[in-house]
């Protein structure tokens, strides 16, 4: 199943005149781990919206591998093995952590395969696993709506994580934390990476120039500049609308 | 994995279930005996056993998958009509124009024959059968074609309201062959014993009784798989739900479903304990006392439905026999302060005295 990559071609999203995407084209490779920057309204979000499916593209094609996304639902999408972290961290607050996690468990979706559900040996390692990972052993039994902001961030990635995704797109991921918290996520993002192929989404460029990789920055829903850090921190079009603010 | 065991809810839903038990045997005592009940009694508590069942189906819809259904009285209804046909057929020959097949309201109205869709309903299996199934597959027509669209909240709560009303007008019609205005009653005998007698009165109880407990394990067993965990993710975030990959819209028909077919059977149980059933029954309002029933007592536990339906049928009976007109005022105010001040309903409030 790895392998695919995600491809966009041509893609526009008009809402009521304004044009959230234009022409938006990118091609993530499989394993690449891809940072998109941009200022607020240059298209980020609708661009994570048209690929899990929650907005459907004016315009323009969406494919990962041989599967044509604007044809599918939020669910089948998931099950293509592409995963999301939102920017506000959803996680279930009436279910404890583990069962948040158990539910984001690789497993058959089906009403009857739920309702006929017993937790096995492997899969309550794997969840034990995921929760050591994400810090948050001591309080699996705890309501995840008590958790903290940062908790809860590490919950829905450690959801992520049970989902094994082959494409991951994560909206920033920092936003609203401390450095230590920060640090700490970055140490998880790079873990969950991986073999996978990995979109973040982010404002805060340090971190951006943490990850290493190549960057696309969106302006007005488009493609304004990509490439390594420097290249696009060097590019005039880039300095004008975004860095040089 | 069950983190949040609660042995002692378990324990006295169980002393509960057993003390009512005891009520048709109690029954039986010889009328001097200081613990005799009447028989008014008898059939009261058996109506509110009904109730019960039915604020069970709303609670795993609404309290667990946070599908607010205004119609659910409509699959209360419909399972009691089926049962209603049943006893209507079984009369027979004992009606008072003694036609040997057709009951007396088509022979009033001029009926040839029986129509196509009373046919087997003189076999209880069958008529049983169609009690849960009817119900069953008018929701999930509705459910399907709301859930998805992803018409969810007060519209979805707007429609189900429609649904029972235009259900309500339909019955009401002579001409719809379920007797109109008057439904159905004057039944004689169920499975071969004659209503209205004491032995039959504590089998209808008992039916009523064990259909309860049956629910409740059933109820239980769907709010405690995974499926039960899906419905409350659904309930509190259902986009997350999906980018999760779970289709919403199959987990959801299937509550809805299953919270119809539950509200038929305890339809069918009811009507040969009251011995009628007219269009009154599809009413908006009962639906939404049923709802106010599931508020009260505490929404998303299953206990909490069972206790909103006894507590509130038994102030609306006790109210009621002195001062009918005052309780639609009792149950939109008992509605009103739930709402602000108990969130969580009587539930809520035992656990938070038991700290």
Request: aromatic residues 10%; hydrophobic residues 50%; proline residues 4%.
């Amino acid at each position: 199943m790895k392998g695919n990559s995600l491809y966009l071609d041509g893609v526009s999203v008009v809402f009521d005149g304004f044009r959230a995407l234009n022409n938006l084209s990118l091609i993530v490779e499989p394993g690449e781990m891809r940072a998109v920057i941009g200022p607020n309204g240059a298209g980020k979000t609708t661009m994570m919206d048209v690929i899990t499916g929650k907005t459907r593209p004016t315009a323009g094609t969406v494919r990962f591998g041989d599967h044509d996304l604007t044809r599918m639902d939020e669910a089948s999408i998931a099950n293509l093995g592409i995963g999301r972290k939102f920017q506000k961290p959803t996680v279930f607050d009436a279910l404890t952590v583990f069962e948040n996690l158990e539910l984001a468990l690789k497993a058959p979706r089906g009403t009857l395969a739920a309702l006929h559900w017993r937790l096995g040996t492997e899969a309550h390692e794997k969840i034990d696993e995921t929760l050591s990972e994400i810090g948050l052993t001591a309080g699996a039994q705890d309501l995840a709506g008590i958790l903290s902001h940062g908790q809860r961030q590490w919950l829905e990635i450690g959801m992520l994580l049970m989902q094994d995704p082959q494409l991951l797109l994560v909206d920033e991921p920092v936003a609203g934390m401390t450095d230590q918290e920060t640090e700490h996520t970055a140490a998880l993002l790079r873990r969950i990476a991986g073999t996978r192929s990995v979109v973040v989404v982010e404002h805060d460029l340090e971190f951006v120039r943490a990850l290493g990789r190549k960057v696309t920055v969106l302006h007005e829903g488009t493609v304004l500049s990509e490439g390594p850090i420097d290249q696009v921190q060097g590019d005039p079009r880039v300095i004008e609308v975004y860095l040089g603010r | 994995m069950a983190p949040r065991r609660r042995p002692y809810t378990t324990a006295a839903l169980g002393a509960a279930l057993l003390l009512l038990a005891l009520v048709p045997v109690l029954n039986g005592l010889p009328d001097t005996h200081a613990l005799h009940v009447s028989d008014f009694i008898v059939s009261i508590v058996g109506k509110w056993i009904c109730y019960a069942i039915l604020a069970l189906a709303i609670d795993i819809a609404w309290g667990y998958a946070g599908i607010l259904s205004l119609g659910h009285g409509a699959f209360f209804a419909l399972g009691g009509y089926a049962m209603g046909m049943h006893l209507m057929r079984r009369i027979g020959d004992r009606g008072v124009y003694g036609h040997p097949v057709l009951p007396d309201f088509m022979v009033f109205l001029g009926y040839p024959e029986l129509p196509w869709y009373w046919l087997g309903f003189d076999n209880f299996p069958f008529a049983m059968a169609m009690a849960l199934l009817v119900p069953g597959a008018l929701a999930g027509l509705v459910g399907w074609l709301a859930f998805r669209s992803r018409i969810t909240g007060v519209y979805f709560s707007i429609i189900t309201q429609a649904m029972t009303y235009a259900l309500m007008l339909a019955f009401f019609r002579n001409d719809m062959g379920f007797g109109g205005n008057n439904g159905f009653t004057d039944f004689k005998d169920l499975l071969g014993v004659p209503l209205n007698t004491r032995a039959a009165r504590a089998g209808l109880f008992y039916a009523a009784l064990v259909s309860l407990a049956l629910c409740l394990l059933i109820c239980a067993y769907v709010v405690k798989s995974k499926l039960g965990r899906v419905l409350v993710a659904v309930r509190d975030a259902e986009s997350r739900v999906r980018f999760l990959g779970y289709n919403v819209t199959s987990y959801k028909l299937f509550v809805f479903v299953l919270s119809a077919m539950i509200s038929g059977l305890a339809g069918a149980l009811y009507v040969p304990l009251v011995g009628i059933i007219n269009p009154g029954e599809f009413s908006p309002g009962n639906s939404i006392e049923a709802v106010i029933w599931v508020a009260v007592g505490g929404r998303g536990t299953l206990g909490g439905a069972l206790l909103g339906a006894f507590s509130v049928n038994a102030v609306k009976t006790w109210l009621t026999s002195f001062a009918p007109d005052f309780w639609p005022f009792v149950l939109g105010g008992l509605f009103v302060a739930v709402t602000l001040f108990l969130p969580k309903g009587l539930v809520g409030l035992l656990r938070r005295r038991g700290g």
